[in-house]
């Protein structure tokens, strides 16, 4: 499975985003797909997924502020994120784990989001 993530950019804090991830290869609706992200000087943080099942766990800290979706017709996860504030610039990757597996077995190449105060 091959994972290309995009939608990053530059936005004012308020402001909104989308990132897309395209997957190619692979039985996508089988795999639960996440989104992560990775701040200057800080781990990688889980943001939200989107399991097979349909279930969508949200880390707090974005709660009713981000939603994750999926189209699997078109092999695609989106993160569509409003209400930015500057503590979202982080470079944020796209990722697939297989259904039955705990950890994650692909990542996309991540894309740059930038939220000026």
């Known amino acids: 499975v091959q994972l290309q993530a995009s939608g990053g950019g530059l936005v004012q804090a308020g402001g909104s985003l989308r990132l897309s991830c395209a997957a190619s290869?692979?039985?996508?609706?089988?795999?639960?797909m996440g989104w992560f992200r990775q701040a200057p000087g800080k781990e990688r943080e889980s943001v939200a997924a989107?399991?097979?099942?349909?279930?969508?766990p949200y880390a707090d800290s974005v709660k009713g502020r981000f939603t994750i979706s999926r189209d699997n017709a078109k092999k695609t996860v989106y993160l569509q994120m409003n209400n930015l504030k500057p503590e979202d610039t982080a470079v944020y990757y796209c990722?697939?784990?297989?259904?039955?597996?705990?950890?994650?077995?692909?990542w996309g190449q991540g894309t740059l989001v930038t939220v000026s105060s």
């Open positions: 290869g692979g039985t996508f609706s089988m795999y639960t």
């Open positions: 989107v399991h097979w099942s349909g279930r969508t």
């Open positions: 990722a697939a784990r297989w259904y039955k597996n705990d950890e994650y077995d692909y």
